[in-house]
């Protein structure tokens, strides 16, 4: 994995345009936190982000950007054009709240019972509007265009499918993504990278298996759905074991089964669901594809019937090396290598810019936000939960500086891409 952004001269480049993004972004810090602060006390649900994206819009808009409104239902995206031609380069937000009822007694709590900024994608639409408002007074600098994707849906909604659908990943064609995400578990300001597979697919299924019920003390004349069943769950089992690549994370679990109604009755039909956890395209595939085989196959020596279904869930979120060795060198030259680390292990969590991923080379890094220990600060997704405005000016000179560097210079070497 490489680690050096270029040629020396690109380098320098990149350094004078960086202390001019350190200086925009400090100046912006107390307006961006006033937005985030209105945000989190408007909180709004998957596809309901009017008022959120009525916001974005207008601060799109005054800095100068060309804006699309109701991209994907209730998304935003703005598009600044440089001075110069070059390549396009894509930064991404999410916009929805969650439907928890806040309790952290914040002056600018959740003023809407049932919905709150639990997972704090309202930092993640302030932080790039301040970026979005940081490039446009540099657009002289820049060679080549920058987007702006403010989603709509990620908690379950594959809002990020939905953008990719209305085509935000063209006109002009957008040539690698970048994203952050909030993280409790690392220091406010601290940069977390991970290479690779960085969150789960989480994916499931329903088998109802058909049979032929009838008296109990009669088995030769049915077909028993109950121990056909129990075959299904057993064999499901050999998937991880018997057909995945073993250094390759798969989870397959059964964790509901249901059938029958007395002790002297075999019943006629029995019904299991279950969820697939992946870490790879590959994993992901081999394992959906068994499960539905070895049910089939499974129904059929016995002499009964499976119906299958299937429901997708995201993607595993894959980021590319030369898109992370991109965003190590523009982190490491906001907070130093000291505090950017080198995540070891993927989370099994889910995350929909897994779907932009898929399309185009980027990456999703994670933003420190933790207070104090890591351990006492409140989970994402939990009724105490709130983004660290501390970490706004990091992350909007992250974000700013991942972009200039990629106008710049494009993905460092080109290698490890996937
Ligand atoms: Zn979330
Ligand atoms: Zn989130």
Redesign the pocket.
Known sequence: MSTNPGSSSTASSAIGASANVAARARALVGEITTLRRDLHAHPELRFEEERTGAAIARELEAAGLEVRRGVAKTGVVGLLRGARPGPTVALRA?MDALPLTEETGLPYASTHPGRMHA???DGHVAMLVGTARVLAGMRGELSGSVKFFFQPA??GGHGGLRMCEAGVLEDPRVDAIFAL?DWPFLPVGDIGIRYGPMMAATDSFAIEVLGQGGHAAYPHKVVDPILLACRIVEGLQSIVSREVNPVDAVVVTVGKLHAGTAVNIIPNFARMEGTVRSMSVAGRESALAAVARIAEGTATAHRGRVKVEITPGYPPTVNHDAACDLVRAAAEEVVGAARVSILGEPSMGGEDFSYYLQRVPGAMFRLGIARGAVEAEPA?HTTTFNFNDDAIEVGIRTLAGTALRFLEAGLPGGKGDR
Do not use: A, P, T, V
Request: glycine share 12%; with cysteine; net charge negative.
């Open positions: 999410d997972c704090g994608h990620e908690e995400h994402l």
